[in-house]
């Protein structure tokens, strides 16, 4: 691969881990400050308790953590090692 093309896709990822990161924020801080509301709602239309939602958002948190560092971070890091390698030869 080019190193043009390397640094292109390492950048991409990064930008988009950072971008992920700042939706998980914002997702996290929109569900604590409107809590009443969307539980409300969601009891109502999925008719689910307390304890499942709050297993559900962990879920959903956890799920974003991995898909962040797993499906982004890891091949970003990866990208920027080669990057570092082929700039040294």
Do not use: D, Y
């Not at 043009?4 to 991409?12: D, Q």
């Not at 990161?21 to 509301?37: E, G, P, S, W």
């Not at 969307?38 to 898909?67: C, D, H, P, S, Y």
């Not at 560092?69 to 030869?89: D, T, Y």
């Amino acid at each position: 691969m080019e190193n043009e093309k390397i640094v292109f896709f390492r950048n991409f990822l990064l930008r988009t881990l950072f971008i992920g990161v700042l939706f998980a924020i914002l997702t996290f801080v929109l569900l604590v400050a409107f809590r009443n509301t969307w539980e409300m709602w969601v009891a109502k239309i999925f008719g689910t308790e307390e304890k499942e939602l709050g297993k559900i958002v962990l879920n959903f948190f956890m799920n974003v953590r991995l898909v962040l560092v797993f499906l982004i971070l890891s091949p970003a890091i990866a990208l920027h090692w080669m990057v570092k390698k082929v700039r040294q030869n």
